[in-house]
């Protein structure tokens, strides 16, 4: 399962980190990023990086984030600035088209890998 951490409780106009990492014998992963779900809300996107640098962001947070990709060691790191209580939300980290190993066979899935979900609650 993907391993996240960050979060918590943030005050309005301050930032946040979330970090990501897929652990295990791991080849390749074509997309890595977050999604979040609101309160009473759906799931939706806040930013996901592909294998070749190709982002995608959410409309909600569009020129005040940030996210980076390591892909020798599978990780995804999001930045978000000047936050308000409508970012206030459960984030997941997402992975999706994997590629790893296990014993010598390579395995590969096309579905879409979540972590747990992490609480961020933005105070006003």
């Known amino acids: 399962q993907l391993q996240a951490s960050g979060g918590g409780l943030v005050h309005a106009g301050g930032s946040l980190t979330l970090s990501c990492a897929a652990p295990?014998?791991?080849?390749?992963?074509?997309?890595m990023g977050w999604y979040r779900q609101p309160p009473g809300k759906q799931r939706e996107l806040v930013a996901t990086m592909h294998t070749d640098g190709k982002k995608n962001f959410g409309s909600s947070v569009m020129g005040r984030i940030s996210i980076v990709r390591d892909n020798s060691k599978n990780t995804v790191v999001l930045h978000l600035d000047g936050l308000t209580p409508e970012d206030t939300a459960v984030y997941f980290c997402?992975?999706?088209?994997?590629?790893?190993?296990?014993?010598?066979?390579?395995?590969?899935?096309?579905?879409?890998?979540w972590g747990a979900g992490t609480q961020v609650t933005v105070s006003s």
């Open positions: 997402n992975a999706r088209g994997l590629g790893w190993y296990e014993g010598d066979c390579l395995y590969t899935s096309s579905s879409d890998n």
């Open positions: 295990g014998r791991i080849e390749s992963i074509d997309v």
